[in-house]
């Protein structure tokens, strides 16, 4: 990256830090069961809420106890279960249809990050109906108050539940990218670990992976605050003790309900803290090819804190030591690639793949510029890289490299 954009990005990334304590930032309300989410609703008079979820959620029965809580108190389930992984712009206006046809007074965003994505975007709409959704692309393009807002996350790794960014994907252009408002902050969020308990080992892999990801992308950025760093750490320390549970006994609820809560805590550090260049470039990977984000986030990760190098080392060395890898007497730079290794060989126990076969060559100037479009001059990463810079990461994991 020349010189003239990195002063410009360091010196955007200031005043942003700076800024930090005058910003209206909150943490949703935690709910621990629908009996607390039903007297919510009652107390608020709402009559009618739309159920944002996805067809596998559904299918797996999910969503039918809440649906029997709403039902039983007289209260309209309104269900749109159409997202796809990557929630699309097509997604949003159908669900927003619904919304207005139905007059609902509320919405539930019931599954993973993209369902949780999309609930947003649609409250999103209903604020600013006169707003198409590419033009609320970025940082405060929303700036109205959503209709009640209620998170129940299915998956431990997204943070969606917590956090001011939904990610939407262009159904015309396929070109994947970020809503950051303040409004998007659900209002309050149902941690119940027992919706968790069917997913699948990879899923609870790939997600938990995600989780790590937020937590450490936030920890090692140049934005922290006290309360960032606190959350971040508790949440590698959490995530390196219970996502091996996890995946290894999807049915030990005390490590679920741990990771839920590390999932939490790392969303609440991103999304004051923001993230960095793994998010950027699996947002265009997601985009382009609709690789699930948290594989290609667990893909990407030891990949990106390699090339950050020595920029990283002091803080990685503080994460290795709260994992449990390194002790305070050891090197910085030792604890680091430690550390590195250590989520090298999470993907190795948890068989995640090194590389993306959908990746084409001819594709990734495009999606290097994508990467660059969406963390420059946004994210406080620990080194700055222009999308020339950035486009080694898509190589890396081509297939045909390997």
């Given at each position: 990256?020349?010189?003239?954009?990195?002063?410009?990005?360091?010196?955007?990334?200031?005043?942003?830090?700076?800024?930090?304590?005058?910003?209206?930032?909150?943490?949703?309300?935690i709910?621990?069961?629908?009996?607390?989410?039903?007297?919510?609703?009652?107390?608020?008079?709402?009559?009618?809420?739309?159920?944002?979820?996805?067809?596998?959620?559904?299918?797996?029965?999910?969503?039918?106890?809440?649906?029997?809580?709403?039902?039983?108190?007289?209260?309209?389930?309104?269900?749109?279960?159409?997202?796809?992984?990557?929630?699309?712009?097509?997604?949003v206006?159908?669900?927003?249809?619904?919304?207005?046809?139905?007059?609902?007074?509320a919405?539930?965003?019931?599954?993973?990050?993209?369902?949780?994505?999309?609930?947003?975007?649609?409250?999103?709409?209903?604020?600013?109906?006169?707003?198409?959704?590419?033009?609320?692309?970025?940082?405060?393009?929303?700036?109205?108050?959503?209709?009640?807002?209620?998170?129940?996350?299915?998956?431990?790794?997204?943070?969606?539940?917590t956090?001011?960014?939904?990610?939407?994907?262009?159904?015309?252009?396929?070109?994947?990218?970020?809503?950051?408002?303040?409004?998007?902050?659900?209002?309050?969020?149902?941690?119940?670990?027992?919706?968790t308990?069917?997913?699948?080992?990879?899923?609870?892999?790939?997600?938990?992976m995600?989780a790590?990801?937020?937590?450490?992308?936030a920890?090692?950025?140049?934005?922290?605050?006290?309360?960032?760093?606190?959350?971040?750490?508790?949440?590698?320390?959490?995530?390196?003790?219970?996502?091996p549970?996890?995946?290894?006994?999807?049915?030990?609820?005390?490590?679920?309900?741990h990771m839920?809560?590390?999932?939490?805590?790392?969303?609440?550090?991103?999304?004051?803290?923001?993230?960095?260049?793994?998010?950027?470039?699996?947002?265009?990977?997601?985009?382009?090819?609709?690789?699930?984000?948290?594989?290609?986030?667990?893909?990407?990760?030891?990949?990106?804190?390699?090339?950050?190098?020595?920029?990283?080392?002091k803080?990685?060395?503080?994460?290795?030591?709260?994992?449990?890898?390194?002790?305070?007497?050891?090197?910085?730079?030792?604890?680091?690639?430690?550390?590195?290794?250590?989520?090298?060989?999470?993907?190795?126990?948890?068989?995640?793949?090194?590389?993306?076969?959908?990746?084409?060559?001819e594709?990734?100037e495009?999606?290097?510029?994508?990467?660059?479009?969406?963390?420059?001059?946004?994210?406080?990463?620990?080194?700055?890289?222009?999308?020339?810079?950035?486009?080694?990461?898509?190589?890396?994991?081509?297939?045909?490299?390997?």
């Amino acid at each position: 990256m020349n010189l003239i954009k990195k002063v410009y990005c360091r010196t955007y990334q200031s005043i942003f830090r700076c800024a930090l304590p005058l910003l209206p930032y909150r943490k949703p309300q935690i709910l621990n069961d629908y009996e607390a989410c039903i007297s919510l609703l009652k107390g608020k008079n709402i009559s009618s809420l739309l159920l944002v979820s996805d067809e596998s959620i559904r299918s797996l029965q999910l969503t039918k106890s809440l649906e029997n809580h709403l039902k039983q108190n007289d209260i309209q389930c309104i269900i749109y279960d159409k997202t796809v992984a990557n929630p699309t712009s097509d997604n949003v206006e159908e669900a927003r249809e619904l919304y207005i046809k139905n007059s609902c007074q509320a919405i539930i965003g019931f599954g993973g990050g993209s369902c949780i994505d999309c609930a947003k975007a649609v409250g999103a709409r209903i604020a600013r109906p006169k707003k198409s959704l590419d033009k609320m692309e970025g940082i405060l393009k929303v700036l109205r108050k959503l209709p009640l807002l209620i998170a129940i996350p299915t998956t431990a790794g997204t943070g969606s539940e917590t956090t001011l960014a939904a990610v939407i994907t262009d159904s015309k252009t396929r070109h994947k990218y970020p809503m950051n408002d303040f409004s998007l902050i659900p209002h309050y969020a149902v941690l119940d670990p027992m919706v968790t308990l069917s997913l699948p080992a990879h899923i609870s892999a790939t997600t938990g992976m995600d989780a790590l990801t937020h937590a450490i992308e936030a920890y090692i950025g140049r934005s922290t605050t006290k309360e960032t760093r606190k959350d971040a750490l508790e949440a590698v320390k959490l995530i390196f003790s219970n996502l091996p549970k996890v995946v290894e006994n999807g049915n030990d609820i005390e490590a679920r309900k741990h990771m839920l809560h590390a999932s939490f805590l790392a969303g609440s550090a991103f999304t004051k803290s923001y993230v960095g260049y793994v998010h950027a470039v699996a947002h265009s990977l997601g985009g382009k090819y609709n690789i699930a984000h948290g594989l290609a986030n667990a893909i990407l990760l030891p990949n990106v804190l390699e090339v950050y190098g020595k920029s990283a080392y002091k803080k990685l060395h503080k994460l290795s030591c709260t994992a449990g890898l390194s002790n305070d007497m050891e090197d910085e730079k030792t604890s680091a690639l430690k550390f590195i290794q250590a989520i090298k060989d999470m993907q190795k126990k948890f068989h995640i793949p090194n590389t993306i076969p959908q990746i084409k060559k001819e594709d990734i100037e495009e999606l290097a510029a994508y990467a660059d479009k969406e963390a420059n001059p946004l994210y406080p990463v620990p080194k700055l890289m222009d999308a020339k810079q950035l486009e080694k990461f898509y190589i890396q994991v081509m297939e045909e490299n390997k």
